[in-house]
T-cell receptor, first 115, second 117 residues
Framework: AQTVTQSQPEMSVQEAETVTLSCTYD???????LFWYKQPPSRQMILVIR??????QNATENRFSVNFQKAAKSYSLKISDSQLGDTAMYFCAFMRNFGNEKLTFGTGTRLTIIP | GAVVSQHPSWVICKSGTSVKIECRSLDFQATTMFWYRQFPKQSLMLMATSNEGSKATYEQGVEKDKFLINHASLTLSTLTVTSAHPEDSSFYIC?????????????FGPGTRLTVL
């Protein structure tokens, strides 16, 4: 079974600063996907960024980037130039690359951007 | 693209009644949808995987007779909470699977808050 660990229950950072959220996972699989989802106070889950395990290059989406270390089974999310709208719960998730696979979520990190 | 809707967004019902929650993929077809439950300040807990035209696959510990799932079309899955009790009060979220291979991703509905009195 796969497990996803987010060791930072809560974080806060000043607006415009950079923040990194940590995520580690445990799997015996070699082919899988990793995701970061954001859940703002509205509780709508929003896909932030995804990574294919077979890709060495780290994914980037505007101010969001990841540091994917496959050997260390680490998948951290960096938010640059943080904005008030980034305040949310952030969930790291794992999915095996086998057809109808489900997402395994971490426990989440509550991020607060301070004005 | 990849918009998922849920209806209703919130519902209050009396203990013993049944409640149906709809999950629709608005601009794509989804052969697979997922139903989650989320308690306050906790992560999402997968309840079941819903496949169009076949029976849902329930996670261990989820009562299939209490949480009835029907995936009647490629754009609609429903979750019916039968004989609801206060302990069933929770936030229910659905997601729909889009793409395959490298583009395989789940998009989520806005959730339904169920309160059972």
């Amino acid at each position: 079974a796969q497990t996803v660990t987010q060791s930072q229950p809560e974080m806060s950072v000043q607006e415009a600063e950079t923040v990194t959220l940590s995520c580690t996972y445990d799997t015996s699989e070699n082919n899988y996907y990793l995701f970061w989802y954001k859940q703002p106070p509205s509780r709508q889950m929003i896909l932030v960024i995804r990574q294919e395990a077979y890709k060495q290059q780290n994914a980037t989406e505007n101010r969001f980037s990841v540091n994917f270390q496959k050997a260390a089974k680490s998948y951290s999310l960096k938010i640059s130039d943080s904005q008030l709208g980034d305040t949310a719960m952030y969930f790291c998730a794992f999915m095996r690359n086998f057809g109808n696979e489900k997402l395994t979520f971490g426990t989440g990190t509550r991020l607060t951007i301070i004005p | 693209g990849a918009v998922v809707s849920q209806h209703p967004s919130w519902v209050i019902c009396k203990s013993g009644t049944s409640v149906k929650i709809e999950c629709r993929s608005l601009d794509f077809q989804a052969t697979t949808m997922f139903w989650y439950r989320q308690f306050p300040k906790q992560s999402l807990m997968l309840m079941a995987t819903s496949n169009e035209g076949s029976k849902a696959t329930y996670e261990q510990g989820v009562e299939k007779d209490k949480f009835l799932i029907n995936h009647a079309s490629l754009t609609l899955s429903t979750l019916t909470v039968t004989s609801a009790h206060p302990e069933d009060s929770s936030f229910y979220i659905c997601s729909a699977r889009v793409g395959s291979g490298a583009s395989d991703t789940q998009y989520f509905g806005p959730g339904t808050r169920l309160t059972v009195l």
